[in-house]
């Protein structure tokens, strides 16, 4: 899987990113295997200690857990894929509205705007 990088993240924050989204997509399920940290490196093309320090962060954010030895795992903590998705949505909704905001609008005129276009 080839991505897009930008500049104005670190690379391992983007990979994080990527990560949440299999997750809520539920293409990486709870309690599902991770790819080794060589893995990793090689399917998003980034350095091995980058891929070390995703590991890292997805541990810190607790959304994964390794077991010596045999790897790391999706966290199987209930009700993880909806907290992911609510965090996502919310973060969607608050770039569209400071966006909007830029342009000149309103809360009733995005309101409209919105109706107009759903």
């Known amino acids: 899987m080839r991505m897009e990088f930008s500049a104005s993240t670190p690379i391992y924050l983007q990979v994080v990113d990527e990560i949440k989204r299999l997750i809520i997509r539920g293409d990486l399920k709870p309690g599902e295997k991770l790819w080794s940290a060589r893995d990793m490196a090689l399917r998003y093309q980034i350095n091995p200690n980058t891929a070390a320090r995703v590991y890292k962060e997805l541990e810190i954010l607790e959304l994964c857990f390794t077991k010596r030895g045999l790897g790391t795992y999706i966290t199987e903590s209930p009700g993880i894929v909806d907290t992911l998705r609510k965090e996502r949505a919310e973060q969607i ?26």
């Open 93 to 118: 909704i608050q770039d569209f509205v400071k966006e909007f905001k830029t342009l000149g609008y309103d809360k009733d005129a995005l309101h409209k705007l919105l109706d107009d276009v759903y």
